[in-house]
Structure formats: structure tokens, C-alpha cells
């Protein structure tokens, strides 16, 4: 998926080299060619489904992928987004969900992230486990935020500047639109020391101490701003679909949300857009071993990480380099990808070597 | 005090069964560092494996019993060699999210099997009630009491009294120096994982009686173990049992005095109490840099 395959000036570091705001343009353009050419309901459907959860695995590319933050939260960071965004906008205009999923998310991210900050690892991982048990349990039980039961019908289309996205064509430009800042944002945060900073912190938070990374703050950052992606995402989803429940927010969305990573890859921005792609379409191909799928689904899981670790997106980096070495066969083999190398050597582990 | 007695022991029977799951998980994390998260789609089909060995085969209920907890064993067994001894030395996280695969596929041939319609498995005691101090207490819980106390009293002599529990605990203090010593590392977790599934088992049959048998039967039972085993702060088998038993306690007195339907998440918002305030658990820890 990245863009133009010019070469860059030899000068720029690495980071620069790989395009990713190119990437971005190419994926706006991309999502728009597909709102033209898809032309049934169901083509719709499977698209909304995929912009939406391509922020939402940007987030947790943000939160567990970058910054190696081992969360099960980011499903009931959706949940919350969706009820809260349906929750502000009552009566009014489809921005003030947006701002409530927004504030509201944000402020139970940081809170949430302050209350586990001493817990690591599997405190950690169970905190946001429980946490994400409790979320459904308050969807479920707590009406005046919800609805009896949780179940929220007949949520309006989003609507800006008194124009309503209620075909399927604009539906889908309108969450491209959103895929597209989402994409910027995480693009700019790839190109900034902050991502260095993260893989640091993540590599070996001790020595990332050490040598003046401000481990608290960027942890707590990254933990926040990957959790908002995900109340964006619900709340896109909660006025897409029209319809929620508890139940679009269980352990299931959990286990997407990591089959969206790992398979895409954990190591690239552009892992959980692919990722997404495949959770959304596989599904639909998968549908002929009918009640199987699971069955392969969770296979498949355990296949990709033993055999495959850099996931989709890996494959699609080799035949990428491998196309650029056949155009270019006077380059070095360590030519153009090999100085990305040192900044990756962790990243498909996504984690510190536990010995 | 009626209700209090009732309250009392269903939530000490309650902790009974979360302590034999933790008991479990303990066991794999001592002896390899992993967090297994496929435990609690163990439990449910620890439990299918005795309704099916009851219920299908007409075996007599002990002996069902003895089938779950057999074939769980073997389960265990292909769990650590499918799901984590080729990746043994790759990223804990790429193990835990391993095991998450484990119990998809687990799930998932559960419903092929057995279907999504809830089952029911009986106690060996039937629905009886006796009186304690005047309240109606079923006697399943009082098994499940005393099943408990043999099984954490057994655990405890295993860890302390055996080769095998000497080797587990060399390998949660130096898994490097233990290996050099020559500790068997691929045999002592496949034992770990299969008795670890074993007790899975014996939990959820033991647990059965007590409600229907549904695909999510064993998830709730596996977080409270989780935070049982967190409020013990994953040390001492002694810690867990207590963490348990407070769950228990917590869950049910919470569920009877304040709110019911909040009553699920009682346990965990002691927990995250815990861990916001005393993250090395109430009784201290030895297991800080592991996942």
C-alpha cells in the first residue's frame, strides 16, 4: 500500500524514506474508488464495517504495537464511544456524539490508566480485562447511560452541517474521511521522535528511563490516544449500523481486535488496515465452511504467529522489496529497505524477550 | 444471619472453585512463565466431557468425573504442544495471544460438538439442602467446600514434598539455572499444562450443579481466578486460596447487600483497589518482572 516508488533523496533519514504520508493520499484515493465501484447494500456494509475497524486497530496498533501495552480494553473503549457518542447526541447533530465519544473516552482512558499505572504485564493485561468485563456489565445494567438491557435501536446516520450521510456511497466517503485523519494523525506520530521514544519504552523501559524518555507520560499518552481512536471508531460504528447492544461489544470484538493486528502485522501503520480488510471480508468468504469458521478463525490465529509473524503486511513488504531489487538490480542488497532495519528489529515480537 | 450463612457459605463455595482454576493457572505460570487463556474454555469443556460421559456413554457420575478430568489431561497436553512449545522462545506476548487462539478453536469445537442450547449436569448429591445454623445450605456447595480443601492441601504437599514440585518451583526462581541443572523444561510443561486442564476440570464439574452449562461457562470463573491469583499476588499457593475465597465472599455478600446486578463486578473492583494501591498483591510478591 505505500505510495510512489521514487526514489528519496539519500540524505533523509530513514524514517522519511517510507512514504507514509504518500500512503495516506493513496489510501483516500483507494476508498474512494471503492465507494464508486461497490454497488449493492451488502458491498456497503462490508466497507463501513472496514473503515471503522481500521480506526479501530489503529488505535490498538497505537496502544499495543507501538507503545507494547498489552490491553484487552480497546473493544470496551469502542462500546464506550458508541453508547457515549449516541448518548450526546440526543436530539442534536451528530458532532456532539463525535465530541462526547471523544471527551468521554478520553477522560475514562486516562483515568483507567492512572488507577493500573503501577501494574505491569499481567496486572496489566487482567486490569484491562476486568475493566473491559465491568464496561459490559454497565452497558448492560446502568439504563439512564443506556437503554434498558443496553440495546440502542434507530440511531440517526451522521449528519454535519445539516447534511445526512444516509446513502451508502457518502456513508462510505464520510468514514474514509475519518480513516484518512486517522491514518494522518498516526502517520505524523510514525515520523515524529515520539514513535523512537515509544519503541524504547517498549523495548526496555529501564534503559529508556535511563536515558531521559518520559516514560510516564508517554505510556499514559499513547494508552489515551489509542483508547480515543476507539471511541471514534464506536461512535462511527454505533450511527453506521444504527443499532447496539452489549453483545457487539463482547470478548468476540476482543479477540477481532488482536486477529486485526497480528495478521495485518504488528509492525507497520498500515497492519491494522489490511488486518481489518481481511476480519471483515474473510468472514464473508468463509462463509461456505459455515458453522467451521470459528474453528479456522482461531487456527488461523495461532498459525499466523507461529508461522507467519510479521503478518500480511510482511508479505507485502517482501514482494515490495523484492520488486524494487528486480527494477534496480544496481543497488546493494542492503540497498534502499536496509536502513530501516535497526529501527525494526523488535517489532514483530512486539514485546521485550521475557527469559 | 440466615441470609448470612447462606450468602456465607454459597460465596466460600463460590471461592472454593475460582481457587482450584487459579490453582491451575499458577501451576503453568510457575513452571513457564505463561498465562494460559484458554483456562476457562477448559472448565467448559472439562464440564461437556463429563455431561457427555454421563449423559451419553451412561456412565456412572464418579466415573464421568474421571473421564473429564483424564481427557482434559491429554487436552492440556496439546495445548502446550500445538499452542506454545513452537514458539517457547518467542515474545510472551506471542504466547499468551497463542493461547487466546487455543481457546478460540477450543470454543469453537465445542458448539460444533455439543451445540449452543445450555445442558445441565447433575451433582452427585442431587439437589439436597441441609441446615447450617438455621439457614438452607445445598449440599453440593459443601462438597464443593471440602473437595477444595483436599485439592489445595494435595497441591500443597506436591509442590513442597515431590521432585516434581521441587523442579516447578527451581523453575519459577531461575528458569535458566534450573534448565542447567537439569530440570527436564519440556516435560515439566507438558505436565503443568496437563494437570493444570485437569484441575480445569474438576472445577467445572464441580461447579456444574450450581447453574446452566453455557459456551461461556468458564469465562467468568477464569477472570476471577485471574484476580484471585492478583489479589494473592501470584506467589504462594496459601495467597491464591485466601484471594479466592475473598472473591467468593465479595461477590456474593456484595450481590445479597448492595446490588445484584452489579454483583459480577464487585470482585474486580477490589481488585483493581488492589492493584491501584498495593500492586505487589496483599501478601507480597516473588513474581514482579514476568507477564
Known sequence: MPGSDAPAPPARPPIYRRHQLAGVAVAAVAVGLLSLMVDSAFGYGLLHSWLVFSILGLGFYLVFGVSGQFAFSQGAFFGLGAYASVWASDGRSFLWGLAGAVVVTALVALAFALVVVRSDHFYFAIATLAFSFIATVVFREFEAFTAPGGEIVGIPKPDLFSHTFDTGRSLALFLGGFLALALLLTAFIERSPLKREAIAFRDNRQVAATVGVPVLRLRLGMFVLGSTYAGVAGCLFAHKSGFISPESFSLEL?????????????GSMWGP????????????????VGEYRALIYGALLVAVIVAFPKGLIGLVELVWAQGRRLRRPATTPSGPVAPDEPLDAGVTAGAPEVV | MERFVTLFVTGLAQGAVIAIVALGFLLIYKATGVVNFAQGDLVTLGTYVAIWAS?????????????????????????????????????????VISTLGAALVIRAGIVLWRGTAPSRLEGPLGFDIVEVLGARVPQQNLLI???????????ALLFSRTAFGRQVRALATDRMAAQLQGVRVARMSMLTFGLSAGLSALAGVLI?????????????PMLYAFAAAILGGMGSIAGVVVGA???GLVQQLGGGYLSPD????????????VIALRPQGLFGSEAGARL
Open chain 1, 254 to 266: 476482543g479477540i477481532d481486535i488482536f486477529l486485526i493486528l497480528l495478521l495485518g502485522g504488528i
Open chain 1, 273 to 288: 488496515v489490511l488486518g481489518a480488510a481481511f476480519v471483515v471480508w474473510a468472514p464473508e468468504q468463509l462463509r461456505f
Open chain 2, 55 to 95: 449423559a451419553d456413554l451412561e456412565l456412572p457420575l464418579l466415573a464421568a468425573y474421571g473421564v473429564a478430568i483424564t481427557a482434559l489431561f491429554v487436552v492440556g497436553v496439546l495445548i502446550e504442544r500445538f499452542a506454545y512449545a513452537p514458539i517457547r522462545n518467542r515474545s510472551i506476548h506471542v504466547v
Open chain 2, 145 to 155: 467446600i471440602g473437595v477444595t480443601a483436599v485439592c489445595v492441601v494435595a497441591m
Open chain 2, 208 to 220: 456444574a450443579p450450581t447453574r446452566a452449562v453455557t459456551i461461556d461457562f468458564g469465562f467468568s
Open chain 2, 245 to 247: 475465597v475473598a472473591i
Open chain 2, 262 to 273: 452489579y454483583a459480577e463486578i464487585y470482585p474486580f473492583v477490589l481488585m483493581l483497589a
